[in-house]
């Protein structure tokens, strides 16, 4: 079984609906991420958090919002979809130990916003 | 704030052949880790290969290894022996050693293998 696994792997949606995308992880880690990939450009981190009573934004968080509900589970809202936030979603766990660290990616979700 | 430059959009490589691909960054810090990453047509993120900044020693996994110029502030990332299964678009990734240590990625070079 995969390690990070999100659900739903697609989803087409209407604007103005309310949406949430799921991230879940059997590898023990405290740290998860979300990131945003739009076509020929890299992965943007929209929230991030470190344990479960930690949620930081990211760079793009406006229009989304997050929900640690438990140290394995980090859901993604879109609150009131728009076509621009169409793009590949991705979660990412980490643990962080002596300085170390390397981030882990679910296989995304690919999201469409009509 | 930190940025990762990929100049190269697209690159291609003959079989078995050996190929390089080109990553800038632009910091001030002194500490923080470079990855690299692989993207193939599933879209699974997979990394392959990471380097800690205070390490002199370039890493090495296997076919890739990296040249890791720090004073140039490079990281360029080195397949050998190329297969078919390397197609993918590659990420380079830059990590702060401290503060909110999140991955800043390059926009991506994609691979292709020609047989």
């Known amino acids: 079984d995969a390690d990070v696994t999100q659900t739903p792997r697609n989803r087409i949606t209407k604007t103005g609906k309310r949406i949430m995308l799921e991230c879940s992880q059997t590898?023990?880690?405290?740290?998860m991420y979300w990131y945003r990939q739009d076509p020929g450009l890299g992965l943007r981190l929209i929230y991030y958090?470190?344990?479960?009573?930690?949620?930081n934004k990211g760079e793009i968080s406006d229009g989304y919002s997050v929900s640690r509900q438990a140290q394995a589970k980090f859901s993604l809202s879109l609150e009131s979809a728009i076509p621009n936030q169409t793009a590949l979603y991705f979660c990412?766990?980490?643990?962080?130990?002596?300085?170390?660290?390397?981030?882990?990616f679910g296989p995304g979700t690919r999201l469409l916003v009509l | 704030a930190q940025t990762v430059t990929q100049s190269q959009p697209e690159m291609s490589v003959q079989e078995a052949e050996t190929v390089t691909l080109s990553c800038t960054y632009d910091?001030?810090?002194?500490?923080?880790?470079l990855f690299w990453y692989k993207q193939p047509p599933s879209r699974q993120m997979i990394l392959v290969i990471r380097?800690?900044?205070?390490?002199?020693q370039n890493a090495t996994e296997n076919r890739f290894s990296v040249n890791f110029q720090k004073a140039a502030k490079s990281f360029s990332l080195k397949i050998s022996d190329s297969q078919l299964g390397d197609a993918a678009m590659y990420f380079c990734?830059?990590?702060?050693?401290?503060?909110?240590?999140?991955?800043?990625f390059g926009q991506g070079t994609r691979l292709t293998i020609n047989p």
């Open positions: 990412a766990t980490s643990d962080f130990y002596l300085g170390q660290e390397t981030q882990y």
């Open positions: 590898k023990g880690h405290d740290r």
């Open positions: 958090s470190f344990d479960v009573k930690d949620i």
């Open positions: 910091t001030s810090e002194s500490d923080y880790y």
């Open positions: 380097q800690e900044a205070y390490k002199q």
């Open positions: 990734a830059y990590r702060s050693y401290q503060g909110a240590q999140k991955l800043v």
